[in-house]
């Protein structure tokens, strides 16, 4: 059965939200009531930021260059089924559409598959809720200005899903379900570094039997949620900004953002930390093509 192109989200507005007061520590005594009460008062706080809140997006977890991570531990099998999908995406020409026609008729003859590499696994519920399903983000070949990747879904040895797209996807998790529909979202993260610039983009994706709903950040009309100037001596001020993204589960789920900075080589500590912003994402068409299931 043929799938419906995704879904892509490219329209963002930040609300700042009230920040709790922290009070210093007294000598006076404490009213047994009116501790319960700040107790209280402040947990609502807390809960109104990012109550039961999963992350979707965090720097400091990643390593210092994510692009060179290994590829993931996957069977002989699953990587072979994958790598066909991917081997009949490219007799086909796919990744040609998904380019102008004469850019892409260049790239595709000198793309052999060589470069075939497995970046992202991750498990849930992707299109059939209650399976047991597995999904992959695969680069088939590389290119300066835009990689040929796919995203293949398993279950049983059987491709559920297939999309293709020129991108520069390195990484690959799942969310759990954040609006209780009962499928596995899935959030990929790609990266870009030019002449010392670099900056990465992040796309929070369903592929549920409807066209996917998807979330991003890190284009012209949204911003990066990492970036850096690392690379440039004399115009480097030695700090790298990012953002941390984080979601609470709901029907309609509620999306927030932390701008936190740090210094150049040094992602896994961030020396500036700002307050927790909530994030509106609405959804858009993503350009995938849907990709051959056999």
Not at 170 to 177: E, G, H, N, R, V
Not at 203 to 212: D, F, K, N
Not at 269 to 274: D, K
Request: hydrophobic share 35%; aromatic share 6%; glycine share 8%.
């Amino acid at each position: 059965m043929k799938r419906t192109a995704p879904v892509l989200a490219i329209c963002l507005a930040t609300v700042g939200l009230a920040a709790s007061q922290v009070a210093s520590p007294s000598s006076r005594v404490i009213d047994p009531h009116e501790h319960r009460a700040a107790g209280r008062a402040g947990r609502k706080v807390a809960q109104a930021l990012v109550p039961l809140s999963q992350v979707v997006y965090d720097i400091r977890t990643q390593t210092s260059d994510p692009t060179q991570m290994p590829e993931p531990k996957v069977t002989e099998l699953e990587r072979a089924r994958v790598q066909s999908a991917a081997r009949q995406a490219a007799a086909q020409a796919l990744w040609t559409k998904a380019l102008p026609t004469k850019a892409g008729d260049t790239r595709m003859q000198h793309c052999t598959g060589t470069d075939f590499k497995i970046t992202g696994i991750a498990a849930g519920a992707f299109t059939d809720k209650g399976k047991a399903q597995t999904a992959y983000l695969y680069t088939y070949c590389l290119n300066s200005t835009g990689d040929f990747q796919g995203l293949v879904v398993l279950e049983a040895g059987n491709v559920a899903a297939h999309y293709v797209f020129v991108d520069q996807m390195y990484s690959m998790s799942a969310l759990q379900d954040i609006n209780r529909n009962g499928f596995t979202e899935l959030v990929l993260s790609g990266r870009y570094t030019e002449q010392g610039y670099t900056e990465e983009w992040v796309r929070i994706a369903e592929l549920g039997p409807q066209p996917p709903l998807i979330g991003r950040l890190g284009d012209d009309r949204t911003p990066a949620p990492y970036s850096d100037y690392c690379g440039v001596v004399r115009t480097n001020d030695g700090m790298w900004r990012s953002l941390v993204l984080r979601v609470k589960p709901g029907p309609t789920p509620i999306f927030t953002q932390q701008a936190i900075a740090g210094e150049c080589g040094h992602t896994k500590v961030a020396t500036s930390t700002g307050p927790v912003r909530s994030l509106t994402l609405n959804p858009a068409p993503t350009g995938w093509l849907s990709g051959p299931l056999k």
